[in-house]
């Protein structure tokens, strides 16, 4: 990558670094020469990201596995600490640790709870951390905060789950007109967008894409400086997505019934739809 923020001895700090996403993308920096810290919870799946992002290292013990719990304040700022006493500020923080806890309207609290600490709360601490020392370093750097689609569309099935990633959507808008409006920052921020990807211990299915897909299509959308970083994938194309989240813009101006896409009343009408 030419981009300056994405080169050799500079910083990236990745969280939920353990698998899917997170874990290729820790690669993927350490393979450009970066330091790259993963943070994630303690166990085997963290050590082995980090062996793995280590064997792509020009340098592997630039590679460091950072235990860590992303709802916990007090253990990010530790974990924000420790790398700003290395490298002063990460060119790159990828707040991408989420959990899929949660469920309906009526799922327990404890559920809630878990989705909001990590989903939301974890990107809120990872900006809140390492944030004020990346703008004060003054350098180019990215701060990535990796939504979903079901954050946007809001389809049936998992409320908490979507509840948290549209707060992130919102939170990471707001987090880039304070960075543009900030005089002297030369910080941004992106929401990086997944499509339907294979993850965790899943079996890959055709129509999906692989993590270092998604890795390699942010790559493209940091340089080219976008904002919304919204991935394709096997079985949906960029023409669907953009028709799916216009038709529920459109239940707010047209007055429709929330989540029409999904009444029966309108399918006729979202079939035919051509935004």
């Known amino acids: ?3 300056p923020a994405i080169a050799r001895d500079k910083a990236a700090v990745v969280t939920g670094a353990a698998s899917g996403i997170g874990k290729a993308a820790a690669a993927r920096f350490a393979g450009v ?3 790259v810290y993963l943070l994630d919870l303690p166990g085997p799946a963290l050590d082995a990201a980090r062996d793995e992002a280590a064997r792509a290292a020009t340098e592997p013990d630039h590679v460091v596995a950072l235990p860590c719990d992303v709802s916990d304040e007090a253990e990010m700022r530790r974990a924000a600490q420790r790398v700003i006493s290395v490298c002063t500020a990460p060119s790159i923080l990828m707040n991408n640790a989420v959990t899929r806890t949660g469920g309906g ?4 609290w404890a559920d809630w709870k878990k989705a909001v600490d990590v989903n939301l709360w974890g990107v809120i601490n990872g900006v809140r951390s390492f944030g004020p020392a990346m703008i004060s370093a003054g350098a180019r750097a990215f701060v990535v905060n990796v939504g979903s689609k079901q954050g946007i569309t809001n389809p049936p ?9 549209a707060a992130v959507k919102t939170f990471t808008e707001a987090l880039q007109h ?3 409006t900030t005089p002297g920052c030369r910080v941004s921020a992106h929401l990086l967008i997944p499509g339907w990807t294979t993850t965790g211990d899943r079996a890959h299915q055709p129509g999906a894409w692989l993590p270092e897909q998604v890795v390699d299509y942010m790559l493209s959308g940091l340089e080219a400086g976008d904002f919304y970083i919204l991935c394709p994938d096997g079985e949906t194309t960029a023409e669907m997505d953009r028709k799916r989240i216009l038709w529920g813009a459109g239940d707010i101006t047209e007055n429709r019934s929330p989540l029409s896409r999904w009444d029966p009343v309108y399918k006729d009408a979202f079939d035919t739809f051509e935004p």
């Open 1 to 3: 990558m030419p981009h």
């Open 33 to 35: 020469g970066m330091r």
């Open 105 to 108: 309207v009526w799922n327990p």
């Open 157 to 165: 099935g998992n409320a908490a789950y979507n509840v948290t990633k």
């Open 178 to 180: 304070d960075l543009r």
